[in-house]
């Protein structure tokens, strides 16, 4: 059975920082794309981050500038470094991972994952 998982959520100050990793039992972590998604409470859920099996890097327009995304495939983990965080930065994160073949142009926003974790709650107080 795949599974995600999330950790390194919490509460933290405004201007604080989290670091998250998402741990993945997949067998071949290095050929899938990874992604960060978040919805805060009564929103829908948002694209925030990815990172391609090749290290292309995204980051939506909320995150950019004070959130990093990256990998290490030898330990299956990716994370996500958030910096100057913001009171609107609380919501849950969840990572998400699609297999990618070589040479995809993908529209990670947007596209459907094949595996999902079950997120953790960030909470940032003014």
């Known amino acids: 059975q795949i599974q995600l998982v999330e950790s390194g959520g919490g509460l933290v100050q405004a201007g604080g920082s989290l670091r998250l990793s998402c741990t993945a039992s997949l067998r071949t972590f290095s050929i899938y794309a990874m992604s960060w998604f978040r919805q805060a409470p009564g929103k829908e859920r948002e694209f925030a981050a990815a990172i391609s099996r090749s290290d292309r890097i995204y980051y939506a327009d909320s995150v950019k500038g004070r959130f990093t995304i990256s990998r290490d495939n030898a330990k299956k983990t990716m994370y996500l470094q958030m910096n100057s965080l913001k009171p609107e930065d609380t919501a849950v994160y969840s990572c998400?991972?699609?297999?990618?073949?070589?040479?995809?142009?993908?529209?990670?926003?947007?596209?459907?994952?094949?595996?999902w974790g079950q997120g953790t709650q960030v909470t940032v107080s003014s």
């Open positions: 998400a991972a699609v297999f990618e073949g070589l040479g995809s142009d993908n529209d990670y926003s947007a596209m459907t994952y094949d595996y």
